[in-house]
C-alpha cells in the first residue's frame, strides 16, 4: 500500500461516486423517471477506480455498456452524466447519447458502448496514436467476461501484442454475461488466452481496491517503458442485475447476498484503511455525506433540466456534409 | 382462435415447430439463460422472453445457450443448416450484425448460388429492430435495406401477431435463408391468432386498408400507424389503402402495382434511414413499371439522415408520426 | 499536370499527403507486404500495388502491415482518428465488410453523433469494389448502398484518375469517416493528373457529357460505360447528358434535378445489386422532387437480383452493357 | 505408421493428384487460359491427405482460399474442379464459383472460401449437426496461420470448447498470410491459444504425411469419443507464391529452393516409404503417370467445355423465390 493520503481519499470519493451515482439511478429507473437501457456497476468499483487512479487525463479507457464507473472514475462529470441518462440538452453528451453512449474526450473517456466487444479495436487505436507519436500515454480497454470471448477481443488483443501497443486490456469478470454464467462461457481460461497471444496476463482480486491499483501500476509502467501490453483479469461481482429490471432468476438469493456482504469493495477498502488507521472513519463519512449530496443534486437538476428540441435534431452528425 | 400478444405468437410459432420437426434448434445468447449458473435454467428466454419456456420443454440440446460470439453463432446455424438441421438463430439486436455480417451474407446467403444451387440452407435469423424504446443509436436502427440488398436472403417483416406466427413458421420451413424482423415495441401487441400451425407465403403482401385516393405502402410497426391514419382521415373522406409489405424479399410487385393502379397517389411509410432503403426501393419500382398511373409525386416518410438519438424528446421527433403522413396526405391530394 | 493511371494517382495522393502531414498514417494488410519475411520490405503496397514506395519513404511506424483482422485494422484506424492521427485505413476487398463493419457503422460512423458532436474523426477507408475480374461471388461485390444507408458516413467513388486523386486528398482531409470506393478494373486507367495536391469538394457531381434528351446518372466504373453511349448514340442524333455523382454521400441532389430539368429522361446505371441501391436511391429522389419534369418513367440498369457469378460467360452477361443502355434510351425515347 | 499398402497407395495418389492438379492449374494460369484468382496448395499436400484420410463421405471440412488440396483429399472429382475452375457449365459448381468456391456436399466437402476465417463458424455448425443427430461424425476445419488471427477463429474455437463439439481445427501454418510473414503476424503462439480456450492442440510436422495421419487420427477419436475438439498447428510451406501473378519478392531465393529440395511432403513420402520397403518405386511411378494423364485429360476436357449461358444467370440463388 504506497498510496498516500489523498490518493486514498480520491479512491475512496470515487467509489462513494459511483456507487451513489448507481444507487440513484437504480431508483430512479425503478420510479420510471429515468428512460431508456441502463446496465448498473454497482459492486465493481475498485476496478474502475483501481486502475484509474494510475492514468491521467491524456492516457484514455475505452469503456462498455456497464460504463458509468469507468466515466465516473476517469473524471466525468457526475451531474452531466445523469442529465445525460435523462435525456437533457445539457447531459454530457447533449442527450443523444445515453447511458450506452457517454463520452468525454477531454477526459481521456473514449465512450461507453453498446456493442459488446466494441471497445478493444478502439483501444489499439488510441495506443497506436501514442506510440505514433511518442506522448508516453497508454490506453486502457474495459470489457467483460462476455466479451472476452468476442472476436474482436482477440484480434486487438494480437494486434496490441504484435504491434507493441501501449494498451491495457482489463477483463472485469463478474461472472455472468447477462443471464449466462462465464464458467459456461469462457473455454479454457482468461489469463492463459492473454499470454497465448503474447500478452503479460495475469488475475487480480477486483474486490480488493489496493490489488487492482498495484496491478494496473505495473502494467502502465510497462506499457510506458514499450514492454508491452497486458491483460488484467479482475475478478468481481455485480450487485444489480445484468440491467435495471432483470429480476436474476439466475442467481440464487445467497449469492446476492454473499456479494452484498463480503465482496463490496467500498466495505472491504473501508475496513482495510480504517483498520490500518490510513484514514479515520470520521473523515469517510464526510466523503459519505458530500458524495451523497453531489449526486442528489445531480438528480433534481437533472430532472428540471430541459429537453433537446427540434432544431437539435439535425445536427452532429457530421463535422460538415 | 385467442388473443395472443405478439411475443406470444412468436414463442407458440417456435414451439409447435419444434414439435413438429425434431431437427428445429434455436440458439443465441440467453436463448434460455442461466446456462451454468445455479439458478433459473429458464431465466430470461432471450432478452424480451421471447423464447421462455423453449429449454424445459425440449432441453439444453436444442435450446442452446451461446457465447456472445455472433460470428459463431450465425456461423453455427449457416454451418449447421447446410448440414441438416433447421436452426433459429436469434441475433437479438440487428444493431449486432456488424459483427456477423459475413456469415449472413458471403456465407448462407451466397452457399446455394456459389455452390452451383447444390446446397439447401434453411437457417432461420430471428432479429429486433427500431426506435421508442430510448435505447440509442447502436440498439435502434433497422437495417432491414441493408439484408434486401443482399440476393440469396429473405426479409421478413411482420406487423401483428397473426402475420407473425405465419410468417415465422413459413421461415422455419423455409429452404432458404431468412432473416426474421421483430420490432421491439411490438412484443406485447395483441390480435387474435389461431391455435393451430398456419404458414403464410413469402412474397404476398396484404392490403390492410382498402382506399381509393391515396395508398400507404408500409411494412413492420409503421403499417399499425398508417392504419391507424387511414381510419382518421375517413372523417375528412379521404380513403386511403394501406398495403403491408410483409416480406421485403421477395418483394410482392403485383400489390404494390395493384395499389398505384387505384389510387395514383403513393406514401411509403419506412422507419429505416432514408438513403437507399425500402422506400426508395419501392418508390423505384412503382417509378420504372407504373409511371403511367402517377397522379402525383411519390412521397416517402422515413426518418432523416441521422443515427438515432437517445433522448425521448428527440427519439419522439426522429421517428415517423401520424402526423407527418397525414400533412403528407394533405399535401399531395392538393 | 501528366497521364497517371488511377493506380498512380491515388499513390501520388496518400504520399503527397503524408509529407504534408505527419499524422496520416496507412495500415492494413500487406500495404508495405513483408512484414517479418527476409525478404523485400515493400513487397506488395497491397494487392493491387497501390500503396508501394510508401513504406521505404515513410517506415513501417506509418506504413503499417497488419494481421488479418479487419475489425482491429479498421477499429485500430478509429480510435486512432478519434485522438488524433488521421488514418487511412485498407480494407482490401470490399466484401470483407462483414467481419468488421461494426466498427465502421456503429462506431466510428457514429462517434460523433452518440458524443454530442464533441468527436471528430478523420479516418478514411480504401476499398476495391466491383466485377469483370473473375473473382467470385464473395470478391466481386459493390455493396456500397449499404455504406450509403448510413448515417454518418461519407461515400466516395471516383470514376477517372483525376477525381481519384481530387477526391481521396478530401477524403484524408476531410473530418468525417469516408469510404472511398476504387474499383478493382479502373486501376490501369489513364488520364490527366495534376502533379500538384488539389482537392474536389464532396457533394459536387460533375457532368462528365451535356445533353438534352436523356440524362445518364451514374457513379464510378460504370461512368465511362455511360460516357461511351453518349459518345456513340450522338451519331444517332441522341444527345444524352452523363452525371458523375462522385460522392454519393453527401449526394448533390441540385445536379440530379438540374439533369433531370434539362431532360426530362433519367436513365441510371448502377453495378450494385438492384434492391435498396443507388439507382433506387436517386430515381425516388427524382419522383419526390421533379415529378412534373419527368417525360417518362425512370429507369435502371443494373445487375440482377443474383450474386456475382465466376464464370467469365455469365459475369460478362451479369454486369451493365453499353447495349443494355442503348436499348433503354431507345426505349423511353419512343 | 500403421497404414496398410492400400491406404499408403491412396495417400501417395491424392499427394500427387493435388500436384499435379496445381501444376497444371499453375500453368493454364500463367498462359492466360484459365481465368480467375487462383490460390495453389502445392507443397502442403501432407497436410489435406494426412487428415482426410482419416475421414468419411459423412465427415465434412471446411476449406480456404487454397481449397483446391483439401477438395481433392475429401475426394471431389478433379475433371469437375478443373472444369470449374475454367468457368465452364459442367464444373463442380457449373461455373458460379470458381476456385475459392469449390464444394460437393456430397463428398462432405462444405465449400473453398473466399473470406479468411469463413470457415471456423460453419465446422462449428457441421458438427453441431452431428452432436444434435448423434451421428458420430467428425467436422474438419482448415485454416491458415493468418487466418488463425482472425476474430471468427477464436469465436469458433471456444465455441467449439464450450459445447465439447466434435470438430478439429487444422491450423496450415505455412509462414506467410499473403507476403506477411507469421513470425509476425501471430502474437505468441498458435498451440498454446488453442490450449487457453480449452481445446486439446499439439504441433505437427506438415511435411511429414504420417505425422498429420497420426495425430488426426487421435483427434478424429477424441472428437469421436466425445473428448471436445482439437486444434492442429500444421507446420508446413507452400512452393508457389500466394496467388498466381505474386512474384514473391518477400521471400528470399534459397528460401524457395530449401522448400523445393527439402520439404517436399511427396519426395518425403516417396523416401519413406521406399527406403522401409513399404512400396516399391516403379509403383509409384506408376501412380505418377496415371494420376498425370489424369489430370491432362481434366485440362483438355476442361477447355472444350461449353460456358454456361444467358438461361443460367438467374437459377440457383434461392430454392424457391
Ligand atoms: C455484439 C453484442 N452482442 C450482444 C449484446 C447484448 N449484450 C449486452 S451486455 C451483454 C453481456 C455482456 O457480458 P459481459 O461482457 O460479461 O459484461 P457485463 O454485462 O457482465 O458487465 C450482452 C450479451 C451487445 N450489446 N453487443
Ligand atoms: C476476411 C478476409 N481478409 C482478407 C482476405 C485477403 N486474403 C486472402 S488470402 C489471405 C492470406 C491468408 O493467409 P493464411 O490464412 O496464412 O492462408 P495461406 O494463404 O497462407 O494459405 C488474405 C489476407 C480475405 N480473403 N478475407
Ligand atoms: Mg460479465
Ligand atoms: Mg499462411
Not at chain 2, 456461423?75 to 455480417?101: H, K, Q
Not at chain 2, 409511371?291 to 416518410?301: H, N, R, V
Amino acid at each position: 500500500m504506497q498510496l498516500n493520503r489523498e490518493e486514498l481519499i480520491k479512491a475512496y470519493q470515487g467509489m462513494c461516486r459511483i456507487r451513489e451515482f448507481e444507487d440513484a439511478v437504480h431508483e430512479e429507473f425503478a420510479s420510471g423517471a429515468l428512460p431508456g437501457f441502463v446496465h448498473l456497476y454497482a459492486g465493481e468499483e475498485a476496478s474502475a477506480m483501481g486502475i484509474c487512479l494510475n492514468l491521467n487525463d491524456q492516457d484514455t479507457i475505452a469503456s462498455t455498456h456497464r460504463g458509468h464507473g469507468h466515466c465516473i472514475a476517469k473524471g466525468c462529470d457526475s451531474k452531466g452524466m445523469m442529465k445525460e441518462l435523462f435525456g437533457k440538452k445539457d447531459g454530457i453528451c447533449g442527450g443523444k447519447g445515453g447511458s450506452m453512449h457517454i463520452a468525454d474526450l477531454t477526459k481521456g473517456m473514449l465512450g461507453a458502448n453498446g456493442i459488446v466487444g466494441g471497445g478493444p479495436p478502439l483501444t489499439c487505436g488510441a495506443a497506436l496514436t501514442f506510440k505514433t507519436k511518442k506522448t508516453g500515454n497508454v490506453a486502457v480497454c474495459f470489457l467483460g467476461d462476455g466479451a472476452s470471448n468476442q472476436g474482436t477481443t482477440a484480434e486487438s488483443i494480437n494486434m496490441a501484442s504484435i504491434l507493441k501497443l501501449p494498451a491495457i486490456f482489463v477483463v472485469e469478470d463478474n461472472g455472468y454475461a447477462e443471464a449466462t454464467s462465464s464458467d459456461y462461457s469462457v473455454g479454457g481460461n482468461i489469463v492463459d488466452r492473454g499470454k497465448a497471444y503474447g500478452l503479460h496476463a495475469e488475475k487480480v482480486d477486483g474486490t480488493d481496491f489496493f490489488a487492482v491499483h498495484q496491478a494496473a501500476k505495473e502494467a502502465v509502467e510497462r506499457a510506458k517503458n514499450n514492454e508491452g501490453p497486458t491483460l488484467l483479469h479482475v475478478k468481481l461481482s455485480r450487485v444489480y442485475g445484468h440491467y435495471e429490471g432483470d429480476a436474476i432468476t439466475y442467481r440464487l438469493d445467497e449469492e446476492t447476498k454473499d456479494i452484498k456482504d463480503n465482496k463490496d469493495p467500498i466495505k472491504i477498502f473501508k475496513r482495510k484503511v480504517t483498520e490500518s488507521g490510513l484514514l479515520e472513519e470520521s473523515q469517510l463519512e464526510e466523503i459519505e455525506k458530500s458524495i451523497k449530496k453531489e449526486i442528489e443534486e445531480a438528480v433534481s437538476e437533472s430532472k428540471e433540466a430541459k429537453y433537446p428540441v427540434e432544431s437539435d435534431l439535425l445536427t452532429d452528425v457530421y463535422v460538415k456534409y | 382462435m385467442s388473443k395472443k400478444t405478439f411475443r406470444e405468437s412468436i414463442n407458440e410459432a417456435i414451439k409447435q415447430e419444434m414439435r413438429r420437426d425434431e431437427n428445429v434448434i434455436v440458439l443465441g445468447e440467453d436463448v434460455a439463460g442461466g446456462a451454468g449458473t445455479k439458478g433459473d435454467q429458464d431465466a430470461w428466454g432471450g432478452p424480451m422472453a421471447v423464447t421462455k419456456g423453449l429449454a424445459p420443454e425440449f432441453g439444453r440440446e436444442r435450446v442452446i445457450d451461446t457465447p456472445i460470439t455472433e460470428s459463431a453463432i450465425i456461423g453455427t446455424a449457416a454451418g449447421a443448416a447446410l448440414t441438416g438441421l433447421r436452426p433459429i438463430a436469434d441475433l437479438m439486436f440487428v444493431d449486432f450484425m456488424g459483427v456477423c455480417f459475413d456469415q449472413i451474407f458471403n456465407q448462407a446467403g451466397k452457399f446455394r448460388y456459389m455452390f452451383g444451387g447444390k446446397a439447401v440452407t434453411p437457417l432461420t435469423i430471428r432479429t429486433m429492430y427500431g426506435g421508442g424504446l430510448r435505447a440509442a443509436s447502436q440498439h435502434s436502427q433497422c437495417l432491414y435495406p441493408i439484408f434486401t440488398h443482399i440476393p440469396g436472403l429473405k426479409v421478413v417483416i411482420p406487423s401483428n401477431p397473426y402475420d407473425a406466427k405465419g410468417l415465422f413458421v413459413q421461415a422455419v420451413r423455409d429452404d432458404d435463408p431468412v432473416v426474421f424482423f421483430e420490432h421491439k415495441m411490438m412484443y406485447d401487441d395483441e390480435g387474435e391468432v389461431p391455435d393451430e400451425l398456419y404458414t403464410i407465403p413469402f412474397g404476398e403482401a396484404n392490403f390492410t386498408r382498402e382506399g381509393k385516393d391515396v395508398a400507404l405502402i408500409s411494412m413492420g410497426r409503421t403499417v399499425n400507424l398508417c392504419n391507424q391514419v387511414a381510419d382518421e382521415v375517413k372523417k375528412d373522406n379521404i380513403s386511403c389503402s394501406v398495403l403491408d409489405l410483409r416480406t421485403l424479399s421477395p418483394l410482392d410487385e403485383d400489390s404494390i402495382l395493384e395499389a398505384v393502379d387505384e389510387t395514383g397517389r403513393v406514401i411509403i411509410v419506412d422507419e429505416s434511414s432514408p438513403r437507399c432503403n425500402v422506400a426508395t426501393d419501392i418508390s423505384a419500382l412503382i417509378s420504372d413499371k407504373a409511371f403511367s398511373s402517377l397522379k402525383a409525386p411519390i412521397k416517402m416518410i422515413t426518418p432523416p439522415h441521422t443515427p438515432v438519438p437517445f433522448s425521448p424528446a428527440l427519439e419522439d421527433l426522429y421517428l415517423p408520426s401520424a402526423d407527418n403522413i397525414k400533412k403528407t396526405i394533405s399535401n399531395i391530394l392538393n
